[in-house]
């Protein structure tokens, strides 16, 4: 009986939901109208609370296009903390129990984000450091470039099964472990969007590189991304481009026009093209049937990419090898681990075989017969 109430009462805050809308007034306000535990991921791009002092001028007195709206100005420190409590509590009680959150900030507000999450609650992932190629001079030089921002990465407790689809971010970079260094231009040329007399619609509009790779790593198709600070849209965006639903929030009726303007553009693609990849999914394959089916043969003999360390396949499996250490048995994890004095190893990806002068991984033949239980 309990669990038909909870489908029940899921199914209603679904459609709850203002799926694809965006939200006109106070993002407090406006996050207290949603239902709990009703979001995936919230990614948060809030005032940066700059303190500026007077305006920012180039060598030849032309004055720096800045951050000068009224968003962004706040009397003192404790009048900007209570308004980033009360939305931060907020993101908290809407993002469902395996939610996660991204804020990203500059050095002027996100060491004091980053204390506020952990004190409610929320449990650090990783913090981001997105490197800018091309950014904005120190002009006055007094300073260093400031170069990048930082993007912390947290999920709604420190037990949340949080996703993460690590095989997807290898994809983007190459086939390496995304790293928590990403190097990406500020928004700049046709995808800056502009007012009619050629000026920045949004002082601080995002790149859609960033958002994809924050998107893509940690949601799934038809996830709802909720963006509090919706600005002209970079969030809503992309999230329509991978087949997620988005929320935004924003107060600016200019902001919102351009988003919406923005949003009527876009064509979302093909959701099976969209979902990732997740390797971790896939039927489990032991390295005795690539034996049992033929694809190698026992007293094969297989090689790190390197030749320096080297196996021979026996019948049951497992692998025989022998270096200055002695003699070594065991899986093609286990031995390839030994051989190389590791605690662990992938042997799929550590060990090749050569079959009419190409060398290939092992792995080649588990994709094989992966393929074959799919047909």
């Known amino acids: 009986m309990m669990k038909t109430t909870t489908k029940t009462a899921d199914k209603k805050v679904?459609?709850?939901?203002?799926?694809?809308?965006?939200?006109?007034?106070?993002?407090?306000?406006?996050?207290?109208?949603?239902?709990?535990?009703?979001?995936?991921?919230?990614?948060?791009?809030?005032?940066y609370n700059l303190q500026l002092g007077g305006d920012?001028?180039?060598?030849?007195?032309?004055?720096?296009?800045?951050?000068?709206?009224?968003?962004?100005?706040?009397?003192?420190?404790?009048?900007?903390?209570?308004?980033?409590?009360?939305?931060?509590?907020?993101?908290?009680?809407?993002?469902?129990?395996?939610?996660?959150?991204?804020?990203?900030?500059?050095?002027?507000?996100?060491?004091?984000?980053?204390?506020?999450?952990?004190?409610?609650?929320?449990?650090?992932?990783?913090?981001?450091?997105?490197?800018?190629?091309?950014?904005?001079?120190?002009?006055?030089?007094r300073r260093f470039t400031n170069a990048h921002e930082t993007l912390i990465w947290a999920s709604k407790s420190e037990s949340a099964k949080y996703r993460f689809n690590y095989d997807a971010m290898k994809a983007l970079n190459e086939d390496l472990q995304m790293r928590s260094d990403w190097t990406i231009p500020l928004c700049t040329g046709g995808e800056r969007l502009k007012k009619t007399d050629g000026q920045k619609a949004h002082p601080t509009q995002k790149p859609e590189a960033l958002l994809h790779r924050v998107i893509m790593s940690s949601t799934n198709t038809g996830d709802v991304v909720l963006d509090p600070f919706f600005g002209t849209g970079t969030t809503g965006a992309v999230a329509k481009k991978l087949g997620r639903d988005f929320i935004g929030?924003?107060?600016?009726?200019?902001?919102?026009?351009?988003?919406?303007?923005?949003?009527?553009?876009?064509?979302?693609?093909?959701?099976?093209?969209?979902?990732?990849?997740?390797?971790?999914?896939?039927?489990?394959?032991?390295?005795?049937?690539?034996?049992?089916?033929?694809?190698?043969?026992?007293g094969t003999v297989l090689f790190d990419h390197t030749r320096r360390f080297s196996a021979r396949v026996r019948a049951d499996g497992n692998l025989v090898a022998r270096n200055h250490t002695g003699d070594h048995k065991g899986s093609i994890h286990k031995v390839g681990a030994a051989l190389q004095g590791l605690p662990s190893c992938?042997?799929?990806?550590?060990?090749?075989?050569?079959?009419?002068?190409?060398?290939?991984?092992?792995?080649?033949?588990?994709?094989?017969?992966?393929?074959q239980m799919q047909e």
């Open 14 to 47: 679904k459609s709850d939901l203002p799926r694809n809308k965006i939200l006109q007034g106070d993002c407090i306000e406006m996050m207290k109208s949603l239902p709990a535990r009703s979001i995936d991921l919230i990614f948060a791009d809030p005032p």
């Open 56 to 141: 920012l001028t180039r060598p030849d007195n032309s004055k720096v296009a800045g951050v000068e709206d009224e968003w962004d100005k706040f009397s003192s420190f404790g009048e900007y903390d209570r308004f980033s409590r009360a939305w931060l509590l907020e993101a908290k009680r809407l993002l469902k129990d395996d939610g996660a959150i991204w804020v990203i900030g500059s050095y002027h507000n996100i060491f004091r984000l980053g204390a506020m999450l952990q004190d409610l609650g929320f449990w650090i992932l990783n913090d981001i450091v997105w490197r800018k190629t091309n950014p904005m001079p120190n002009f006055r030089g």
């Open 249 to 298: 929030i924003e107060r600016e009726s200019e902001y919102i026009a351009h988003a919406q303007e923005r949003l009527k553009s876009i064509k979302a693609g093909d959701d099976e093209m969209l979902k990732p990849i997740e390797k971790r999914a896939e039927p489990r394959v032991p390295f005795g049937t690539v034996i049992e089916q033929g694809l190698l043969e026992p």
């Open 346 to 371: 992938n042997g799929w990806t550590f060990w090749h075989f050569e079959n009419k002068g190409k060398v290939w991984p092992i792995d080649v033949l588990r994709q094989e017969i992966r393929s």
